[in-house]
């Protein structure tokens, strides 16, 4: 008998999607086929799970007509909703959706079954376990231990890494820096400013150093990482992959560290306005340095490089 279909609103930002994915997986293993409703970047990102994934409308009455759209197409009439949005609830209503969600922005008299935040969220609960108590709520199971799952890439998107690489000229073993992050938090910039002395410093010891700038951000990487090859942009799969074969990733607590994280790539992750407890990567191989009060120094993220790169070879 094939599972029961579950529409899922996935959560908005790149970095949030993928700390959704050990509920989703739990989800997928508790009986359920997720029906996923997201980002454009969301289509090509979790095409390998094979999950069907939606590109979200714009716009509430395009959203609404969406909603409606699929539950005739899959036939259900439930949704559970990963975004916190008094926006997504309101869609789900009048599309006739009986949602769940947590109960946060005032939308719970939109939502079929409003859940409570978790106790934990105000101190150290980490965002994968935020999204991970939904999904137990939702099964009707208790919170657990959220294992470290793999983020599943296509072969297409390994064959246009292998291509882009290839293009460039660039061939393993290759260091990737990703010195962007959107937008600022709580007013403050959320990039550590350091990463062209980093680019520097790694190829002065022979290192390759490659990045791939997302949408508007070539000219920043450019400046940001003199010397180093500029990738052309690429859909996040395609990232996803290039990050996977690297030899080390270095990044702001950033959607580019997320992915990194979850495709299993040795990882420095750089900290200075976001928290640790809350956001630091989803995985064993990662290192973190900084803190919520500030950005590390140069010396610090040198020397967790350095001490990185050696265990990066043991691959």
Known sequence: MPSPPLLIRL?????????????????????????LVGRAWAVPLLAAHRWPVHAAATGLPR?????????????????????????????????GLAATGYA????Q???DRALPLPARWRGDM?????YDALAAAWLGEPQRQVPVVSLEIEARAQAAARELLARAGVAAPYVVLCPGATGRHRGRDKTWSGFDRLSAWLRARGERVVALPGPGERARFEQALPGATILPQADVAT?????AASR???ANDSGPSHLAAFVGAPLVTLFG????????PWSTRATVVGSQSGWPSFDEVVAAVAAALPAADLR
Do not use: C
């Open 63 to 95: 959203e609404i007509a969406q909603w409606r759209r699929l539950r005739a197409q899959v036939g259900v009439d439930r949704a559970l909703l990963f975004t916190n949005s008094l926006r997504s609830a309101l869609a789900a209503r009048l599309s």
């Open 104 to 107: 946060t922005e005032g939308r």
């Open 239 to 243: 990232f996803g992959a290039l990050l």
């Open 273 to 280: 306005v976001t928290s640790v407890a809350k956001t630091r």
């Open 126 to 130: 980490h965002t994968v376990e935020y």
């Open 11 to 35: 959560p908005n930002h790149l970095g949030d999607a993928l700390m959704a994915l050990p509920a989703l997986t739990r989800i997928a293993d508790g009986g359920w086929q997720p029906v």
């Open 109 to 111: 008299a939109l939502l």
């Open 248 to 250: 080390l990733v270095v």
